[in-house]
T-cell receptor
Framework: EADIYQTPRYLVIGTGKKITLECSQT?????MYWYQQDPGMELHLIHY???????EKGDLSSESTVSRIRTEHFPLTLESARPSHTSQYLC?????????????FGEGSWLTVV | QKEVEQNSGPLSVPEGAIASLNCTYS??????FFWYRQYSGKSPELIMF????GDKEDGRFTAQLNKASQYVSLLIRDSQPSDSATYLC????????????FGRGTSLIVHP
């Protein structure tokens, strides 16, 4: 089972501010993901990474960017936050070994842009 | 476009009954199938995964996979009010990327 940590858990910021959502995992998983989910709605994959120095855009277009300099760390950055970015952001990681790429989620970061 | 379809519900069952949740997928090359439970305001948590045709049991949960018909289901026996949540089906397809595709989820309500 993966241990995935996200900070901050809850954040309220003003329009135009820059924000970085942190995500770290301790299991050495190569693959990491960022999902966006509005309350009661489906998950949308916005970014993923196969490993260090690998980043890919997901199914849902997002104005955020990610980096993967270390295996355990996959931060997501919004350069200029807007109210439309208000949502829950879920970080996840997986290991394609015996579990068939089971994804494990962090607790999520709730972002409110006012 | 690889698709995973679930009835959004809500599915309402009485306490103690069997809840049956269904999921269909479009990619015949799909290899791994997952069920997640998500409580309101929380992140998804893995219930179980299945690779092979047939049934896989874990406590009160049974996953059933039928690759010929392209569906996977989750049975919850002796349903409890604490099982009330949204259940997400996820499918990992062929092609090497192994990026799971999630369904929209089915809302389950277990009433006393």
């Amino acid at each position: 089972e993966a241990d995935i940590y996200q900070t901050p858990r809850y954040l309220v910021i003003g329009t135009g501010k820059k924000i970085t959502l942190e995500c770290s995992q301790t299991m050495g998983h190569d693959k990491m993901y960022w999902y966006q989910q509005d309350p009661g709605m489906e998950l949308h994959l916005i970014h993923y990474s196969y490993g260090v120095n690998s980043t890919e855009k997901g199914d849902l277009s997002s104005e955020s960017t990610v980096s993967r300099i270390r295996t355990e760390h996959f931060p997501l950055t919004l350069e200029s936050a807007r109210p439309s970015h208000t949502s829950q952001y879920l970080c996840a990681s997986s290991d394609p070994g015996g579990s068939g790429n089971t994804i494990y989620f962090g607790e999520g970061s709730w972002l409110t842009v006012v | 476009q690889k698709e995973v379809e679930q009835n959004s519900g809500p599915l309402s069952v009485p306490e103690g009954a069997i809840a049956s949740l269904n999921c269909t997928y479009s990619d015949r090359g799909s290899q791994s199938f997952f069920w997640y439970r998500q409580y309101s305001g929380k992140s998804p948590e893995l219930i179980m995964f299945i690779y092979s045709n047939g049934d896989k049991e874990d406590g009160r949960f049974t996953a059933q996979l039928n690759k010929a018909s392209q569906y996977v289901s989750l049975l919850i026996r002796d349903s409890q009010p604490s099982d009330s949540a949204t259940y997400l089906c996820a499918v990992t397809s062929s092609g090497g990327s192994y990026i799971p595709t999630f369904g929209r989820g089915t809302s389950l309500i277990v009433h006393p």
